[in-house]
């Protein structure tokens, strides 16, 4: 039997390479970003919405970060089910993987003190977690489960994405912050920067589609569109 494959460039890429190459992009792309999240909880200058959250949240029970954050990542994709949203590979690896990974990585970096050594931390928190947008994203099997919750309340309610996701992300940010979660300049600086460095990351790790040999990456306002988990 013809394997099936894609043009690409003037290259063919068999489909089973493509499947290989998603699947390796999925994995490594959930693991950094991960460890990209444990470098923003060691910088100590602000993390992102969610995990502002997940800190505050383990602060209250004694569990990891990345035990928490398996546990609302689970939560929260029970909420799919009454939004009749539909989860991919990609949607509980995320579940499962980030949370690992996260607490993999705090176990092996050391507590940074200095100022001088936070703030490069924070910095290459935000890289990675760019890098690691685009690679699992690119994938293309599933938005995390808080994303599609996001887009979930969109179909529901006829509301804009960017709406829901304003306002979901204050309230877990104020949520978090009042359990003793940490907000900062991290915070802002990631808010305003994740949306270019995701999308410049989804078209460099873009996989070719099956159809036409084209490839395929988020397009419109990066601040609007699904790009975080």
Partial sequence: MR???T??????????????????????GLALYGASSALLVEAGLGLEPW?????GLAELTGLTIGVVSIIVGAAVLLLWIPLRQRPGLGTVSNVFVVGIAMDGTLALVPEAQPLAVRIPL????ILLNGVATGLYIAARFGPG???????????????????????????VVVTGFALGGT?????????VSIGPLAQ??????AVPSASDGSTVVATGQPGGAILRR
């Fill in 51 to 55: 995990n502002v959250l997940h800190q």
């Fill in 145 to 171: 489960p808080r994303d599609g919750l996001m887009t979930g309340l969109h179909q529901r309610t006829g509301r804009s994405v960017r709406l829901m996701r304003t306002a979901v992300e204050i309230a």
């Fill in 122 to 125: 924070l910095l290459a928190g």
């Fill in 183 to 191: 907000i900062g300049v991290g915070t802002l600086l990631y808010a």
């Fill in 7 to 28: 043009t690409t460039g003037g290259h063919v890429l068999p489909t089973k390479s493509r499947l290989g190459r998603r699947l390796i992009q999925l994995y490594i």
């Fill in 3 to 5: 394997q099936a494959t």
């Fill in 200 to 205: 410049l990351f989804l078209r460099v790790f």
